[in-house]
């Protein structure tokens, strides 16, 4: 009972270790996102949590850009010195000399460039040039930093259009370090450098336990936990949502079973679909090469000349078959179309009597016009039924199954020669590779048709019955 307690206990343990390493794992992954996103995603964090772009930005390099900065520094200075001053002093329109030049400095250098940020330069440009109804960039500048325009249009108005529409904008702007191998500077794996020991680590211990297995080495065992060397890479970051996920499953953290169910169900469909063209496909092909090449007529008609091959029960299949459908057709089929082999001889009789001058002599004497009627019926009964009968002895008596063993044999070899005849075998060739071909094309298009739910449904409903 202590033994199954403490058994009890280990698992336990085992569990909530599992677990926690899987949170770890989901830490650590999400930090991953938020490092791929930062860059692209600068702006909004800028706007909405500037706290995280200060401590972050140092993380991947980034540092304001000494030429947006400057430029933004001098607007800083004419809103003070308009306070202190106004509008038309001296020393507002030299910081206004000094923006128009700047703004042309910006237009011509693009330091935006830099950061993959031309657009953010381009934005700039058509809101001034909309403010200020200007047709180019730098005119509109000129007329936007110009004492008669914040004069007519306000002070107050357009200063806030700029703080509030161009500021942020220009804001954005930032220039990120260069390493010596000519990189962007990132500090982010010093963050994941940690993360990634714990999982090493673990991984070890886990593949090590797994190794002392007797049936696996310690290969084998990382082998079997090939998905955890996702977490192990410093590059590719993004591929640990593969582990993440299968370890979130395994302890019963996400439920990806519905997931899991329709991908099998999706790679059963294409997988038997494919696999199923392919060998209907190849079958056909085969048996399309073999008349081309004369083999099918050899092995129906020569079964002596199948070598290298196995018989399953010593029998010549080829006679056996023609020898059971000949007794098919003498004991069952004759005897049910005995009617109409009466009807077709007496009809061939009445024909032929009926071209005899004697025949039609008879016909006309008087009590005798029906006589040759009823002696053609019977005629035609009688050796309808003689037919019938005859073959059915001799089939049954052994001098009759002789003669028909030598009819086959002989058909066999009439039907060869005529078979080797080459008007003959091009004809039948390209009728039966003709044949085959559409079989092969309605084979497909029936498999495409169809499809494979049908079957897989069948499958999980058989599945269902047996669980149950």
Do not use: C
Request: net charge neutral.
């Amino acid at each position: 009972m202590v033994s199954n307690i403490e058994v009890k206990k280990t698992v336990r343990r085992n569990y909530w270790f599992e677990r926690l390493i899987a949170l770890i794992v989901l830490l650590n992954f999400a930090l991953v996102l938020f490092d791929l996103s930062y860059i692209p995603g600068r702006d909004f964090y800028l706007q909405v949590l500037p706290k995280i772009t200060q401590v972050y930005d140092p993380i991947k390099g980034i540092k304001p850009h000494p030429e947006t900065q400057n430029y933004l520094r001098i607007v800083n200075q004419l809103e003070e010195e308009v306070l202190q001053t106004g509008l038309k002093s001296d020393s507002v329109e030299n910081l206004l000399d000094q923006l128009r030049l700047l703004s042309h400095q910006m237009i011509g250098d693009n330091p935006f460039d830099v950061a993959n940020k031309s657009g953010t330069l381009a934005k700039i440009k058509h809101e001034v040039r909309l403010r200020t109804n200007q047709p180019s960039a730098r005119a509109a500048f000129n007329t936007f930093w110009s004492q008669d325009y914040l004069s007519q249009r306000g002070w107050q108005s357009e200063i806030s259009f700029f703080n509030t529409q161009i500021r942020p904008l220009i804001h954005s702007n930032y220039y990120r370090d260069i390493g010596r191998f000519g990189n962007f500077i990132d500090w982010f794996w010093l963050i994941d450098l940690p993360l990634i020991a714990i999982f090493a680590l673990e991984f070890l211990a886990r593949t090590y336990y797994i190794s002392r297995r007797p049936d696996l080495n310690w290969l084998e065992a990382i082998l079997k936990r090939w998905y955890d060397l996702f977490l192990l890479l410093p590059f590719w970051r993004w591929l640990r949502i593969i582990p993440l996920s299968i370890r979130l499953y395994q302890t019963q953290l996400l439920n990806l079973q519905p997931l899991r169910s329709q991908l099998n169900h999706d790679f059963a469909v294409n997988f038997a679909g494919e696999i199923t063209e392919m060998v209907g496909i190849q079958v056909i092909d085969q048996l399309q090469n073999a008349i081309r090449k004369g083999d099918l007529t050899r092995w129906l008609l020569h079964p002596e000349s199948r070598k290298p091959y196995i018989q399953v029960n010593g029998t010549n299949e080829v006679k056996a078959i023609a020898t059971r459908l000949v007794n098919v057709s003498v004991y069952d089929v004759l005897p049910k179309i005995q009617p109409d082999l009466e009807a077709w001889i007496h009809h061939s009789l009445t024909s032929t009597l009926n071209q005899s001058p004697l025949y039609q002599q008879i016909q006309n004497l008087p009590g005798l016009g029906n006589l040759p009627q009823q002696l053609t019926e019977k005629l035609a009964r009688d050796l309808s039924q003689s037919v019938s009968d005859q073959l059915a002895q001799a089939i049954s008596d052994p001098v009759g199954g002789e003669l028909t063993s030598r009819l086959i044999t002989n058909f066999r070899d009439a039907l060869e020669t005529e078979l080797r005849k080459t008007h003959n075998i091009q004809e039948l060739q390209s009728l039966l590779i003709d044949m085959l071909e559409e079989i092969k094309i309605n084979y497909v298009k029936g498999i495409t048709d169809a499809g494979m739910e049908k079957v897989l449904a069948e499958a999980e409903h058989i599945h269902k019955i047996i669980y149950r």
